[in-house]
Nanobody, 123 residues
Framework: QVQLVESGGGSVQAGGSLRLSCGASGRTFSTTVMAWFRRSPGKESEFVAAISWTGRTTYYADSVKGRFLISRDNAENTVYLIMNSLKPDDTAVYYC????????????????WGQGTQVTVSS
């Protein structure tokens, strides 16, 4: 099991940027697939981005492709989500997730979850 703690959320105007961080402890981070999901009020959890153990493979939701960047620092046990050109539709609680198997976009593939960090984008 891995423990995850997100930080970096906040309020920003449309067009702005934020960087989310997720610190991990417990299971060996360097062999753990990491991902970000988000949930808006009244909506299902939505996949945002995922990154493989090595960082060489990344997946993005179409809604964030070209605007968001996922990266990881295995020496610091941290995964990042850099969010640019933010839109009001990006408003959500963002969750960091981990799994020790294969990179993917399904919520059910991920066994460990952080508490979430709120991102609010105003128009």
């Amino acid at each position: 099991q891995v423990q995850l703690v997100e930080s970096g959320g906040g309020s920003v105007q449309a067009g702005g940027s934020l960087r989310l961080s997720c610190g991990a402890s417990g299971r060996t981070f360097s062999t753990t697939v990491m991902a970000w999901f988000r949930r808006s009020p009244g909506k299902e959890s939505e996949f945002v981005a995922a990154i493989s153990w090595t960082g060489r493979t990344t997946y993005y939701a179409d809604s964030v492709k070209g605007r968001f960047l996922i990266s990881r620092d295995n020496a610091e046990n941290t995964v990042y989500l850099i969010m640019n050109s933010l839109k009001p539709d990006d408003t959500a609680v963002y969750y960091c997730a981990a799994n020790q198997y294969y990179i993917g976009t399904a919520h059910t593939q991920y066994s460990d979850w952080g508490q979430g960090t709120q991102v609010t984008v105003s128009s």
